[in-house]
């Protein structure tokens, strides 16, 4: 194994395709990104790919090692094949990684957009140094990724991590999966906004009250909350309470170390993470010994392509 | 490896010693049952339990490899101490795996009931054949242990499969820890006895009806059910629910392919587990080639010390 080795990371959106290099030591020694331009097909998504990455190592002059891909969606990773992408209409059974393996005459790793955040966080983030540790990501959904053993867990058919799907109360509101009561019912971007609403129509004075319902986002809410606003300040409070729930009884399952909490909407930073924090400890049974940290992500906006890279690390 | 190798087996309860010779096929070749006399204190115990190996092993004309020990309780199964046990009193830090080596002069393994009741199913019961379950003890309290990749799961500090305290309602009932809406405040047997008292309090007409408040038990229920009893009926049928959000749950979060469940409760059978399943399926997420199995645990009685026997066999 040479110390130089270098890994290419891909984080395949709908929109966008962004790739690294990042060194062993998780440096990034270039990054790009591109239109990922889906409406041309398959074959050509995966050509700009390749073409991105053989870029990349012309512009760093360099070789590299093994290539990684990150993507939402249902991903079969020990086969590298990509069954379901709601951001890619048509992906469906696509052999993604023998097509970039033909392409590139490199060895190719897929995983799911949660998957590969939570490792990128666990090798070169917050959760550097822990054992075991979950990802959540907050934004329209949320998703969960678990490292167990220092490797991501991905359970008997590939999709464990479903943490924003636990029910916490099978009476609760209805979840953009119609079931009720799950954790994203409350905390996801749709759940934030009902919440909100409804505070709002109770006539409850605050900064919020001058923005129409239909252009209301969590930044908003995050804005106002800076600001003082007691409404935005308590939505936010409340978010953390049902977040900790949920940590708190994987906490209960799992005995983790951490929680990293990454996403649009986790940019209210200890707004949600204080209270997160609190309820957490309320839920977690106190053994001895047994500390649950929750912190916030590192890896931002880098963490779908540096962790895309991280699988790749991970394969040699 | 020899093919006749066998591995002892010891149940720690705070009543009796069961210990069993085990061979790596899972048959029992010598049992047995002895008073724990933990009233003897700790060095009388430790020698009860190396007399009960030596004369198994005499009585049974073999030797064995390794032993292994379940307790309930906290372990460190690591270093084979025992931190805590609730029905060992004075019992705080105890060596066992030292001592018990000194005595025996043989490899000795230790971890709590939970974990060794999972492994035994999964190894020798209803669990054999699968990679990630859990298996669920339904009791005075709930709990849990799990079997991810093939081992026990314990998590960072050892204390992982606390299935019984996931807040399933942060309003709910208060349960025997404190804390509000747990798994156990519903299913576990002070949960059932309250859900019961309160159905015949409405003035339900029920089997249950004679029985005095302070001596019901489980046991009453399932035998009122197994008559037709519509008041017991409804109260397993609601066991199962709880249950089956739990199982789900945790479905979500780790893809699972079963979950085992055990236990004295669980001899009301699918009157239990038939409902568990409808709500599991209800709760868990449909993700194709995603399915978890619900069955009744096989071991019985036998669980802890074949459990015992399997963790001493999985350390040779």
Avoid at 59 to 79: N, P, Q, T
Avoid at 181 to 207: D, F, P, V
Avoid at 245 to 259: Q, R, Y
């Amino acid at each position: 194994m040479s110390k130089n080795e270098i890994f290419a990371g891909i984080d395949l959106g709908g929109t966008n395709i962004k790739a690294c290099l990042l060194t062993r030591e998780g440096e990034i020694v270039a990054e790009r990104i591109v239109g990922c331009e889906k409406e041309g097909g398959v074959d050509h998504v995966l050509d700009r790919i390749s073409d991105l990455i053989n870029k990349l190592c012309s512009s760093a002059g360099c070789r590299v090692s093994c290539v990684g891909i990150g993507v939402a969606g249902l991903v079969d990773a020990e086969k590298a094949v990509l069954l379901e992408a709601p951001n890619l209409p048509g992906w469906r059974d696509v052999e993604v990684g023998c097509e970039l393996k033909r392409r590139l005459n490199l060895p190719i790793k897929m995983d799911n957009d949660a998957n590969v955040a939570a490792l990128g966080e666990y090798m070169f983030g917050s959760g550097s140094g822990v054992k075991n540790m979950m990802m959540v990501t907050l934004g329209t959904g949320v998703g969960g990724g678990l490292i167990l053993e220092g490797k991501i867990y991905r359970g008997s058919s590939g999709s464990a991590g479903e943490f924003g799907h636990m029910t916490i109360d099978p009476n609760g509101p209805i979840c953009s999966c119609g079931r009720r009561g799950c954790i994203e019912a409350y905390i996801g971007t749709r759940g934030i906004l009902r919440r909100t609403k409804e505070c709002l129509s109770k006539g409850s004075s605050s900064l919020l009250s001058g923005i129409r319902e239909e252009e209301m986002t969590p930044k908003h809410i995050s804005e106002a909350a800076e600001k003082g606003d007691e409404v935005a300040i308590e939505i936010l409070r409340k978010t953390g309470y049902y977040l900790g729930v949920g940590i708190g009884n994987v906490s209960n399952l799992l005995n983790l170390e951490m929680a990293v909490i990454g996403g649009g909407v986790s940019n209210a930073g200890e707004l949600i993470l204080g209270p997160a924090r609190e309820k957490t400890m309320d839920v977690a049974l106190e053994i001895p010994g047994r500390v649950i940290e929750i912190k916030s992500a590192q890896l931002g906006e880098k963490a779908g392509m540096v962790g895309a890279a991280c699988i790749a690390m991970s394969m040699v």
